[in-house]
């Protein structure tokens, strides 16, 4: 079935550093990949998506591209702040099943110190 | 526009009690998931509907939980008897249809199984 790996957390950084959180995906067919974000005591909430290899999503200044070759969608940012300290969740849909269905990854929790 | 709403945000119960949550999604949308999270993993797909129809159950265990979205609108996820085990946060999300891959995400439940 479809999985997606995720880079072991917790991941600590000091603001202004460069943030990586590798993403590997197992799954048959072509399926859309997406970052999704928890931030304490809230829902998930979509943080950027690709639907097609070599597209690259981005949002607040985060961004991933999606790689056939690799099955990877690592999220990036150049200059992380205090405010993203936050889970993230890399996931999946497999349009080519009957349903829609999300799979996560375990999350990696990143904490950002002043 | 207003967002995913659930409720209750806490719960605490003891082993064998039931509990019920409810959802109420986004205005319009037809497609609403309930997912399971347990603590340190990432959310996993207990059931999907499209309006009042279930599309997935497969993950559900269906011994001890039942949901229901009476009109294609508000969902009712209920456990009996609730078991240590599904101390966890109980997600809902929508979208406005299936062939869609975006969904929105509500704050969650977390259920205390004690």
């Known amino acids: 079935g479809d999985s997606v790996t995720q880079m072991e957390g917790p991941v600590t950084l000091s603001e202004e550093a460069f943030l990586t959180i590798n993403c590997t995906y197992t799954?048959?067919?072509?399926?859309?990949l997406f970052w999704y974000v928890q931030y304490p005591g809230e829902g998930l909430q979509l943080l950027l998506k690709?639907?097609?290899?070599?597209d690259k999503g981005s949002n607040k200044g985060f961004e991933a591209t999606y790689r056939k070759e690799t099955t990877s969608f690592h999220l990036e940012k150049g200059s992380v702040q205090v405010s993203d300290s936050a889970v993230y969740f890399c996931?999946?849909?497999?349009?080519?099943?009957?349903?829609?269905?999300?799979?996560f990854g375990k999350g990696t929790l990143l904490t950002v110190n002043p | 526009e207003a967002g995913v709403a659930q409720s209750p945000r806490y719960k605490i119960i003891e082993k064998r009690q039931s509990v019920a949550f409810w959802c109420n999604p986004i205005?319009?949308?037809?497609?609403l998931y309930w997912y399971q999270q347990i603590l340190g993993q990432g959310p996993k797909l207990l059931i999907q509907?499209?309006?009042?129809?279930?599309?997935?159950d497969s993950q559900l265990p269906k011994d001890r939980f039942s949901a229901e979205r009476l009109k294609g609108v508000d969902s009712t996820l209920k456990i009996q008897p609730a078991k240590l085990e599904d101390s966890a946060v109980y997600l809902c999300?929508?979208?406005?249809?299936?062939?869609?891959?975006?969904?929105?995400f509500g704050p969650g439940t977390r259920l205390t199984v004690t």
């Open positions: 999300a929508s979208s406005p249809t299936t062939g869609t891959n975006e969904q929105y």
């Open positions: 799954a048959t067919g072509y399926p859309s």
């Open positions: 690709a639907t097609k290899a070599d």
């Open positions: 996931a999946l849909i497999n349009s080519g099943g009957s349903n829609y269905k999300l799979t």
């Open positions: 205005s319009g949308h037809a497609t």
């Open positions: 509907f499209q309006n009042n129809g279930v599309v997935d």
